[in-house]
């Protein structure tokens, strides 16, 4: 196991090392979604943000507490932890909304952790790996084998972690809200970085019918990273839109959520996005939720062409303290590594 683990961690660092560099994907980390509910649809939240998971997907989704599924004008917690690509990656996440004004204006807060740990740092000198190419990477399908003792070096983690704060107001046009990012990073042998960045968000709900309109300028003004090294990074501006309709079913007592969401960015992600032209592309996200009675939920989603799946259950004025409890389920596809679980808890009171 330990001898698995240093090879994986050798294999990743040259990702990790292409991250620090490659300005496109600085704080790539804070994509990672917030909540099993949202990521089990898809990831299309952008237009529903009906929860405390708001915070991160979009700052105006806590300006209007009379759409959360718990009790209307209550505060709402979310946790979630997951455990990436076979256990390698570790990512927790946090986020809280309170309301204000009854419920028409709301603040909150998310906090976002990505760690590898237990990574074995090497420093590399001629002859430590046999029979070498000359590139400086430990290829055992090549025939190559390691001239030193791996247990002999330290053992370091890394660590990404950034906090929002978000308030959320009502206006005659529909919701707005903006949230502030604080952004760190902790890298092997020292390397430390620090950004600051905001978003902006829009929702309209009942545009037409019961159809919503969600809006989200991330990173509007553009995001700085500085790093101790000197180096900076900067993290373009993003447009994210969405529509959300839920049709209700009252032969079943139940609503089904239909959302869609699309992600314009302008940083040349021509191989990792769906679609582009040029330095511009586009990414799309569908997911649905069937809702039972308030009680159980059925989600389904494709995200950028991976299919996602899972489940929830709200208990509401559960156990004598009257509070909501929800927990939610996400299975996320890979095409490559390992699938992703992730589980939420959502409590409100």
Not at 79 to 105: C, Q, T, V, W
Not at 139 to 160: A, I, T
Not at 248 to 261: P, Q, Y
Not at 277 to 297: M, P, Q
Request: hydrophobic content about 45%; charged content about 20%.
């Amino acid at each position: 196991m330990r001898i698995r683990h240093f090879v994986s961690c050798l294999l990743i660092m040259p990702v990790l090392t292409t991250a620090v560099s490659a300005e496109k994907y600085a704080g790539e980390f804070m994509a990672l979604g917030g909540g099993a509910r949202a990521m089990a649809m898809g990831g299309t939240f952008i237009a529903v943000a009906n929860d405390a998971t708001a915070t991160y997907w979009n700052p105006a989704g806590i300006a209007d507490f009379s759409s959360f599924l718990t009790t209307p004008g209550s505060w709402e917690m979310s946790l979630m932890h997951s455990e990436r690509f076979g256990e390698l990656i570790d990512y927790n996440y946090f986020s809280a909304a309170f309301p204000l004004n009854n419920g028409k204006s709301g603040w909150g807060v998310s906090l976002i952790h990505m760690g590898i740990d237990d990574i074995r740092i090497v420093p590399m000198n001629d002859g430590m790996i046999g029979n070498s190419d000359g590139d400086d990477r430990f290829e055992p399908w090549n025939g190559e084998s390691l001239n030193f003792d791996y247990r002999n070096y330290p053992l370091e983690s890394v660590n990404d972690m950034a906090v929002f704060l978000t308030y959320g107001q009502m206006m005659s046009f529909g919701d707005v809200g903006a949230t502030l990012k604080f952004i760190r990073n902790d890298q092997v042998t020292g390397v430390s970085s620090f950004g600051l960045g905001i978003d902006l968000g829009y929702i309209k709900r009942g545009l037409w019918r019961d159809l919503a309109v969600g809006l989200k300028l991330q990173d509007a003004t553009g995001t700085f990273i500085s790093w101790s090294t000197g180096k900076r990074e900067f993290i373009y501006p993003a447009i994210k839109a969405g529509l959300a309709w839920p049709l209700h079913i009252k032969s079943m007592n139940s609503i089904l959520m239909l959302a869609a969401d699309g992600d314009l960015r302008f940083e040349n992600r021509k191989w990792v996005s769906q679609y582009w032209i040029g330095s511009t592309s586009v990414d799309f996200h569908f997911g649905a939720e069937l809702l039972i009675r308030d009680i159980v939920a059925l989600r389904g989603g494709n995200d950028m062409g991976r299919w996602t799946a899972g489940a929830g259950f709200l208990l509401r004025d559960f156990t004598s303290w009257k509070f909501n409890l929800g927990i939610d389920y996400a299975f996320l596809m890979h095409d490559v590594l390992d699938t992703t679980h992730r589980v939420s808890l959502l409590v409100s009171y």
